[in-house]
């Protein structure tokens, strides 16, 4: 197998690299096993200096950083630096609250004195995806590295050049060989990594399915796991709220990195009374997207990232229309070069429609009319996935209530929703468990140790 590099805005070949065999895994798999020790054994000081050189390094080196990450998965070269960025405030974050957050946790007891002490796990295998290929792999390992553990990365097949970079950034930036490798492996392959007793833990970013069979490998051989997988957010209007905000954040959250995110509002809950002017105020929005070269600064949306991510996206949307959703914009691939997929809004979507039960990912916004909050937020729930959703109105009292019986890992009013440093992220049902982020993502990978002393 061959990993190939893409540019999804023209189909040029960038690149490709050949996946790796067995001996070059073990030697890899060796070699971070060897550094895991030494690591943890660093003081938790020389830790967060390194941390924070990696978030010098990603500065420094952010224009180089945010064009591969165009050219490999087609962001829009501002989204691109804005990532990179991002990945620089994890740093500096964890390297400023580490220590807090990892001192140790006294508790009254029968004892002496007894304490809760945290304890790295070891070598964690991170599996991430491609849709924010420097931020899902620096959220994990920031917190992952500053901790103690070592880590290697099983990189999305379309990034290998993203994957491969950040492992020379860590290592510019000091890290020791051997605490952060990057994998050239095929998803076959992973299964043998998981397995592997150098391998304490593993934390996914990717789809249900990929989380599925993650989590059944990582069951059988007692690994613990984190896994964040699909998302259909609601972003549910009230009658009173105000559209001149909403509309604009709703467009936003739905056509940011060209559709393709996790936490991006894909279900607008609206309620009947102002649905067909919040449409309209919504299509005039998208009007002004304008496709092209994500490299060039004027280009508003993004192409997909890969030519069977459109079929497969569009066919969700044609099963749609055919039972009953109501193609009001778009709702079709963009003729010419490149993955482009025209910024789309269905109306009138349903229960039992792949617009409403599915993950649409890609530049499409479902509309679900509803008639009262009551008929919202039970709309909100009535989907299999649990991982962010917003609401929005002028009372904010009343938008807390409802934020608050929404199903799901984060609850926003009247903002977009979005991952933070200082935020626990993550999510229940079939978005999966586990917590990134904040204090609680840092506790993850730790063996958060009883110590009782009389």
């Excluded at 390297?95 to 946790?105: G, I, K, T, Y």
């Excluded at 699909?230 to 739905?254: C, K, M, N, T, W």
């Excluded at 997909?304 to 109501?326: E, K, M, P």
């Amino acid at each position: 197998m061959a990993f190939e590099s893409v540019n999804p805005a023209t189909g040029q070949s960038l690149k490709t690299f050949d996946a790796w065999d067995q001996n070059a895994i073990d030697g890899v798999l060796q070699q971070v096993q060897e550094a895991s020790p030494l690591w943890a054994a660093r003081d938790l000081s020389e830790r967060c200096r390194l941390l924070r050189a990696a978030a010098q390094q990603l500065r420094e080196r952010k224009e180089d950083l945010a064009r591969l990450i165009t050219l490999e998965m087609g962001k829009l070269l501002g989204e691109a630096r804005a990532e990179i960025e991002k990945c620089a405030w994890v740093c500096e974050y964890y390297e400023e609250h580490a220590p807090r957050f990892l001192a140790d946790e006294v508790i009254e007891s029968d004892a002496r004195r007894s304490y809760v002490a945290l304890q790295p796990l070891g070598t964690v295998l991170a599996i991430m995806p491609w849709n924010f290929p420097f931020w899902q792999v620096f959220r994990f390992c920031a917190p992952a590295l500053v901790a103690g553990n070592t880590a290697v990365l099983k990189h999305a097949a379309n990034v290998p050049q993203c994957g491969l970079a950040i492992e020379q950034t860590l290592l510019e930036a000091g890290f020791p060989p051997g605490v952060f490798r990057t994998l050239l492996v095929s998803s076959s392959q992973t299964a043998k990594v998981i397995a592997d007793p150098r391998v304490q833990g593993v934390t996914l970013t990717g789809s249900e399915a990929a989380g599925r069979k993650v989590a059944e490998c990582a069951g059988r051989h007692l690994k613990k796991t984190v896994l964040e997988l699909g998302g259909a957010d609601p972003f549910i209007v009230l009658a009173d709220a105000d559209l001149e905000q909403a509309v604009p954040v709703a467009v936003q959250s739905r056509f940011i990195n060209g559709g393709q995110s996790c936490i991006a509002a894909k279900r607008f809950i609206v309620m009947e009374e102002i649905a067909d002017e919040f449409i309209a105020r919504f299509q005039a929005d998208l009007e002004a997207l304008q496709p092209g070269d994500p490299l060039d600064e004027q280009t508003t949306l993004a192409p997909l990232a890969r030519l069977d991510l459109r079929a497969g996206l569009h066919q969700q949307v044609t099963a749609s229309i055919q039972q009953g959703a109501v193609a009001v914009a778009g709702c079709q691939p963009l003729p010419g070069t490149g993955t482009y997929y025209a910024p789309s809004i269905l109306d009138r979507v349903q229960p039992g429609m792949p617009a409403f039960d599915e993950e649409l990912f890609g530049p499409v916004a479902a509309i679900i009319r509803v008639a009262n909050e009551a008929e919202a937020v039970a709309m909100a729930n009535a989907s299999r996935y649990g991982l962010g959703g917003s609401v929005w109105s002028q009372n904010t009292s009343r938008a807390e209530r409802l934020a608050l019986e929404l199903r799901c890992g984060a609850a926003f009013v009247n903002g977009l929703v979005k991952s933070d440093p200082r935020l626990p992220f993550g999510g229940i049902k079939c978005s999966g468990y586990g917590r990134e982020l904040s204090w609680h993502g840092m506790r993850e990978f730790t063996n958060q140790k009883t110590l009782w002393i009389k």
